[in-house]
């Protein structure tokens, strides 16, 4: 997918990784957005990458992925809505369920996000199924 991108456009790539941007003036130290008619050639390049990134990437799902993630705002809002309602699947074992734990709570890191080891052990017990609980 990388190098499907780059050879697009690799400043589309950039955008992808780096995030939107968005076009700013410099007024006293401080960056503020630009209005809409303080744009100029360069601010529309770079909101029509912007456009161009979030199609390429919607384009890039299946149709259950891609309801699943319009309406939110970044991957974190996702990954952390996963965290939060996860749960072993039926006929899952233990090992695969780890795994798939151990994947939101990695990409999550890799964002930015930190789960303290209390938290992590909590959100595993809490989704065992009923027979997994102590006699």
């Known amino acids: 997918m990388t190098i499907f991108i780059q050879s697009l456009d690799y400043q589309l790539w950039n955008i992808i990784t780096n995030g939107p941007e968005i076009p700013t003036n ?18 529309y390049k770079l909101l029509q990458l912007n456009g161009k990134a979030k199609h390429v990437i919607f384009c890039a799902l299946s149709p259950s992925e891609f309801n699943r993630v319009s309406s939110l705002d970044s991957a ?39 789960y303290t080891n209390h938290e992590l052990m909590s959100n595993i017990l809490r989704c065992l199924p009923k027979f997994w609980e102590p006699k």
């Open 26 to 43: 410099i007024v006293d130290g401080q960056r503020i957005l630009k209005m809409n008619n303080e744009y100029n050639d360069h601010d």
């Open 76 to 114: 974190k809002k996702m990954l952390v809505h996963d965290y939060e309602l996860f749960a072993m699947l039926e006929n899952e074992n233990i090992s695969s369920m780890y795994a798939r734990f151990n994947d939101i709570i990695n990409a999550l890191k890799g964002l930015g996000k930190v």
